[in-house]
């Protein structure tokens, strides 16, 4: 008797902790969870007026003795988000790139005589940003309140969820972190269950962002299997991380400058540029030029490929302008920086504008390897190889977003690439960052030993590789004076695993720099070079629109609408390897 009081207390207090927690104290558990069944469906209504781009990166991994597992091969796409009629997107990058709908390349690894094969279907990446297509609710599912939690600055409630008996097929089951506020889900972590006949569903963490007052919006899946079955004799063992960026694409074309004029001088100012009289023409060929980069940057951030210009690339530019100054080089017009927002490890130069990918700058282990890429491309400019001038004409940039990688190529010739990498040498050796590089070399080094298994890793879309089948393709001299790469050494760190620098905003897609101390590995199994890791964002709440006009800021607005969504896709698909996929 004394036991079951104990319980009826405790039931109580949970109860009563529930309640505290929540912006109405009275409301019952079972009110509560109506709330967020409510928001999960305001939240699938509203989708459709979205379309951000969709970034997955898949790593299959396999055992190692000594460091625990390694990649084995890789797979990427980059797509765009059609929430119109369900969760589906088109493809940028990737298998299959000419449809709408895809499926990405065979990964398993088979015996010749298997009648099966492997293959990974991207919608079912794509549908870990929704809980359920339809009938997230008390008669489907059942809900266990288990504690409060802190995401971030975000108070949460959490449950675990679990699909009532004979609910269907493609039930979420897991857990679900709720806000305490208005009860928007903020993350799910689970597995769906129930898989049709020859389907699969994969575990995977699942996190929104605030974007604005009542709009937390998909940004960060991650997906994880170590030893899933299939076909009988086979098993997947992969990680894959999903990014959601480009909400605001649709205003982000700077539509506000032509309203953001709140007082208009008494006497009319022109708005005119320094210029006071004509070019020569060296500055008419500078001024073409830069006309050129300008497009092509302006159309690849419209795009959503290209980060707005911010704190990110002011360190870039400052990196830059340590060597210029060290080497008593002025460049005009000035160099600038810019960051591709996509995975893949490249870099290029244009005109006078370097862009660094997003991946590239994460895995970098510190500045004076930063400064070595960046040196390259300085090379290319300050060897006068030149951007092709015919972006400068502004009907060439009139293409849709699908044909970006298509029509923007800024592959350099052999020659050119010979020729930057030995001015980049010279460069370094007159710059504070001389004697610095044995991290730069070690980096080339690991990126080479990895780049057989990790081909859509270091494929470059828009310029040059870095490395190719095991041999570092760029600035080998770098490499070959750089100390002997030891993996298993825990205190060289060649590489950082992705995501380790750099963090994106889904809404504005702005990067900003990674304020957190990187905690130092204790073994060789948590160095990660090049690797996929889960996710792990400081969850915090977006100001009212009052606040942020107070502080000069801006916030999203969501409006929610009524849009058809269809059935869940399993995330992989188990068929007669004869079959035409």
Known sequence: ?????????????AGAGLAQTTSTPNMTLDQVVDRVVQQEAAFMDSLHDYGPLVETYIQEMHADKELGTVPERDQYFLAKADFSQGIRDRIFIGAGSNSARHRLAVFSKLLPAS???????????????????????????????????????????????????????????????????????????????????????????????????????????????????????????????????????????????????????????????????????????????????????????????????????????????????????????????????????????MAHTIVISRGLIDTLPDEASLAMILSHELGHIVLGHALDTRWAFSDRMIFSDYEAFRRLDFRRNPAEELAADQKAVELLQKSPYNGKLNEGGLFLRALALRSKELPNLVTAHLGNRLALGNQVVRLQTVAQSSPELKLTQVDQIAALPLGARL???????????????????????????????????????????????????????????????????????????????
């Open 1 to 13: 008797m004394r036991a079951l009081k104990i319980a009826v207390a405790l039931l109580m207090l």
């Open 115 to 349: 009648p099966f094969v492997m293959k990974y279907v991207e919608a079912g990446f794509l549908q870990g940003i929704i809980l359920d297509t339809g009938g997230f609710d008390q008669s489907n599912y059942k809900f266990d309140f288990l504690r409060r939690e802190f995401l971030g600055d975000v108070r949460c409630l959490v449950f675990d969820v679990t699909p009532r008996k004979g609910s269907g097929q493609g039930r979420f089951m897991g857990r679900i972190w709720v806000e305490d506020q208005d009860y928007h889900v903020v993350r799910f972590s689970g597995v769906r269950v129930n898989a049709p006949r020859l389907r699969y569903y994969f575990h995977f963490d699942s996190w929104r962002v605030n974007m604005g007052p009542g709009a937390w919006l998909p940004a960060y899946v991650y997906t994880e299997e170590n030893d899933k079955e299939f076909g009988g004799v086979h098993h997947a063992h992969f990680k894959a991380q999903t990014r959601l960026w480009g909400y605001n694409l649709k205003n982000a074309n700077r539509q506000d400058e032509m309203t953001s004029v709140l007082v208009e001088a008494p006497n009319a100012v022109s708005d005119h540029s320094e210029q006071t009289q004509d070019r020569g023409p060296l500055e008419a060929l500078h001024a073409w030029q830069r006309q050129s980069e300008d497009n092509v940057t302006d159309r690849m951030e419209r795009a959503g490929l290209l980060a707005p210009r911010g704190d990110v690339e002011k360190v870039l530019e400052t990196v830059v302008n340590n060597i210029l100054v060290t080497n008593n080089i002025d460049i005009q017009p000035e160099v600038r920086c810019r960051v591709l927002l996509t995975a893949p490890l490249e870099s290029f130069a």
């Open 503 to 581: 963090k994106l905003d889904p809404w504005s897609d702005r990067v900003e720099m990674m304020k957190s101390k990187p905690l130092a590995a204790t073994s060789a199994r948590e160095k990660m070079p090049f690797e996929v890791t889960p996710f792990a964002p400081f969850l915090t709440r977006r100001p009212s629109s009052s606040a942020a006009a107070a502080s000069g800021g801006t916030t999203a607005q969501a409006t929610p609408a009524a849009a058809p969504v269809a059935p869940p896709t399993a995330a992989v698909e188990e068929k007669p390897a004869t079959e035409d996929r």
